[in-house]
């Protein structure tokens, strides 16, 4: 049995880490997509309302065989793999700008778990420039994130910025 970890913040979960998944998907028996717990980072979703979200698409993405699970994780990304006795860390490249600093997470990874690979993928082309960040950035700013997010994720964060406005008032 294969399995592994898709570890990432996921503040939204995008097009792009679904792209990532379904590609992931033929190559492992179990993905666990593993949503980061950061205390030091104001998110714009809360960590249940992450994996919520996540949770509520899993049943709609082409994993074939593969068995996807979501669950938070805190502290080192290597521990929580190695805990979950995945073989290998999926990220995903978009372009050669995200190289360095995935190499650099690869490599220290793999000296904190010398037995856990970490494997590259690279996103669909018309994901290339989508990034959680750019995506909140760009929302909040009054532009349109459709098709580049889920559905699911337009609606929540259309909430979440009506809330903060009526908030404002
Ligand atoms: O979606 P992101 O923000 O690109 O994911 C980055 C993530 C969560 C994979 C990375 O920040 C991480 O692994 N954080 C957990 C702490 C850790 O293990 N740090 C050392 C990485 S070598």
Redesign the pocket.
């Given at each position: 049995m294969r399995r592994a970890i898709f570890?990432?913040?996921?503040?939204p979960l995008t097009n792009g880490h679904l792209d990532i998944i379904q590609r992931s998907s033929p190559l492992f028996d179990e993905i666990v997509i593993?949503v980061?717990n950061?205390p030091e980072k104001e998110p714009l979703f809360s960590i249940d309302e992450r994996c919520a979200i996540i949770e509520e698409i899993v049943p709609d993405l082409k994993s074939g065989n593969c068995k996807l699970f979501v669950e938070s994780?805190s502290?080192?990304?290597?521990?929580?793999a190695r805990q979950r006795h995945a073989a290998a860390i999926i990220?995903g490249i978009r372009a050669v700008g995200d190289y360095e600093y995935e190499l650099?997470?690869?490599l220290?990874?793999r000296r904190?778990q010398p037995d856990i690979e970490t494997v590259f993928l690279t996103a669909a082309e018309e994901y290339s420039f989508v990034?959680?960040t750019l995506m909140k950035q760009v929302f909040e700013l009054g532009g349109r994130v459709e098709g580049l997010v889920p559905e699911s994720v337009v609606i929540k964060m259309r909430a979440r910025l009506a809330r903060a406005e009526g908030v404002e008032k």
């Open positions: 570890p990432g913040s996921f503040d593993a980061l950061n994780f502290g080192l990304t290597a521990d929580f990220r650099r997470m690869a220290m990874n904190l990034s959680s």
